[in-house]
């Protein structure tokens, strides 16, 4: 070789570290700002029995709960608008500015709860406050979900996608974790009046002063999708594929019901098992927020080993081993739980383990699903609408259902939805350590136009 050959050579191999470094750091930057939009969203969950002591009338106790609850369901209501707003967009703009815009918003709705006044002091504006700030959050979070997931996987090395959309769920669980953290370190520090009084706004306000700091790193990501020059050479070499409308009604439908297998998974044993144990079974707050957090601990830590586990064995394993097991599990878990800490332990550790077979996987395979061009639209509306049916009335429906001793109908319920969405993983392709590009034009190829 000449030493100019040999130069340029060099010169490329430096580039394509410095890009690699680059992407590492989009994909950092992409997870903790992804971990505090899910602080932000949980804290509501970790300490809704306290939000429902401060905002809402105290004459009936169970109302007051339940109210709390509703208003967490009707913030999701907001979420297949948000997806679907921020989708286009995303698709329009880039995956970058809604990454950044959403954070904000998500960040603001945290603050204005936790300034919000009591239902002492203005009566049921308190809970209209509250509500409003459910919806902004709610708005946000659908934008949030739809672009990161599609951007992680848009920027990861086809071989390893599953290790890098491990990150996704390991930040989500990260911002949980944080969550659970204020809740065992407030009850912990503060007296049971205190933390009625002002503790529980304390994650909330600083979940939105977090939001500064993520905001520059955000602002450095790189973009995911392909610049304009790159997409019109292509567009010149072959005519543009399209999917009829059946189609995609047909990827979204079974993206809808998977993601609500998921959805009431992940609300049953992230963010509301320490208040099940708390509010149904008797246990001590303090002692329910530490074995949760152990058990979150635990469950991050599975999320690489699973992410990279996929790489090698494909998505349909992990992703069925996670549908069947939790059908048959479902009962045994969550009738383990009692007033002793040590049973909350052992439950979640198992459940957040079992569900990191689908979670470390979950924004590449939804990603996998959907050519570029449709990605985060279609992500827009059926994971949001989804998750909105699904995951937003969880919290109520188990509450509620147990309150009228029916708790075994929300446990047939859980079944069933896991079963359903076993069905759709079986009618998957295998998209393990494929490019995206390859398995798009198999879908396009293979689809009605």
């Known amino acids: 070789m000449s030493v100019t050959s040999e130069t340029s050579a060099a010169t490329a191999s430096t580039e394509n570290a410095v890009d690699h470094r680059h992407l590492r750091r989009s994909l950092a930057a992409s997870a903790v700002g992804n971990a505090l939009e899910w602080f932000d969203w949980t804290v509501y969950a970790i300490f809704s029995t306290y939000i429902a002591g401060a905002l809402f009338d105290q004459s009936d106790k169970v109302s007051a709960l339940l109210?709390?609850?509703?208003?967490?369901?009707?913030?999701?209501?907001a979420r297949p608008v948000g997806g679907m707003v921020f989708g286009a967009l995303a698709d329009r703009y880039g995956r970058k500015v809604v990454l950044v815009t959403t954070m904000l918003?998500?960040?603001?709705?945290s603050l204005l709860i936790g300034i919000a006044p009591s239902?002492?002091?203005?009566?049921?504006?308190?809970?209209?406050?509250?509500?409003?700030?459910?919806?902004?959050?709610?708005?946000?979070?659908?934008?949030?979900?739809?672009?990161?997931?599609?951007?992680?996987?848009?920027?990861?090395?086809?071989?390893?996608?599953?290790?890098?959309?491990?990150?996704?769920?390991?930040?989500?669980?990260?911002?949980?974790?944080?969550?659970?953290?204020?809740?065992?370190?407030?009850?912990?520090?503060?007296?049971?009046?205190?933390?009625?009084?002002?503790?529980?706004?304390?994650?909330?306000?600083?979940?939105?002063?977090?939001?500064?700091?993520?905001?520059?790193?955000?602002?450095?990501?790189?973009?995911?999708?392909?610049?304009e020059e790159s997409a019109e050479q292509s567009n010149d070499a072959q005519p543009e594929k399209t999917l009829s409308s059946r189609a995609l009604f047909v990827i979204g439908l079974k993206m809808f019901i998977f993601v609500g297998g998921t959805s009431v998974v992940y609300y049953t044993w992230?963010?509301?098992?320490?208040?099940?144990?708390?509010?149904?079974?008797?246990?001590?707050?303090?002692?329910?927020?530490?074995?949760?957090?152990?058990?979150?601990?635990?469950?991050?830590?599975?999320?690489?080993?699973?992410?990279?586990?996929?790489d090698r064995i494909g998505r349909k394993p992990m992703l069925a081993i996670w549908a069947a097991?939790?059908?048959?599990?479902a009962l045994p878990l969550m009738g383990l739980i009692s007033t002793q800490s040590w049973t909350l332990l052992v439950a979640q550790a198992v459940a957040l383990t079992l569900n990191a077979c689908a979670t470390s996987v979950f924004a590449c395979v939804l990603s996998e699903q959907v050519p570029t061009r449709y990605?985060?639209?279609?992500?827009?509306?059926?994971?949001?609408?989804?998750v909105a049916v699904f995951g937003g009335t969880t919290p109520y429906l188990n509450t509620w259902l147990t309150?009228?001793?029916?708790?075994?109908?929300?446990?047939l319920y859980f079944i069933v939805l896991c079963v359903a969405s076993l069905i759709v993983v079986l009618s998957w392709r295998e998209t393990a350590k494929r490019p995206l590009k390859e398995i798009e034009d198999e879908i396009l190829a293979g689809a009605g136009r």
């Open 270 to 310: 992230n963010s509301f098992a320490s208040t099940v144990a708390i509010s149904q079974r008797g246990m001590d707050a303090q002692a329910a927020f530490t074995a949760s957090l152990i058990a979150q601990v635990i469950g991050i830590v599975a999320l690489p080993f699973a992410g990279m586990l996929s």
């Open 105 to 109: 918003t998500t960040a603001g709705g």
């Open 119 to 227: 239902y002492e002091a203005v009566g049921g504006w308190a809970s209209f406050v509250l509500l409003i700030a459910r919806l902004a959050q709610g708005f946000a979070h659908g934008g949030e979900s739809t672009a990161s997931y599609a951007y992680v996987s848009e920027i990861a090395p086809p071989k390893r996608r599953g290790l890098w959309s491990s990150s996704v769920y390991v930040s989500i669980g990260a911002g949980t974790l944080l969550a659970t953290l204020f809740g065992s370190l407030l009850t912990s520090f503060t007296t049971s009046e205190q933390m009625h009084e002002w503790g529980w706004r304390v994650p909330f306000i600083a979940g939105a002063l977090l939001a500064v700091a993520v905001l520059f790193m955000r602002r450095g990501m790189v973009e995911s999708l392909p610049d």
């Open 375 to 386: 990605r985060t639209k279609v992500l827009g509306v059926s994971m949001s609408l989804s």
């Open 325 to 329: 097991g939790f059908a048959v599990l």
């Open 403 to 411: 309150s009228l001793g029916l708790g075994w109908v929300f446990n």
């Open 67 to 77: 109210g709390t609850l509703l208003v967490f369901a009707v913030g999701f209501i």
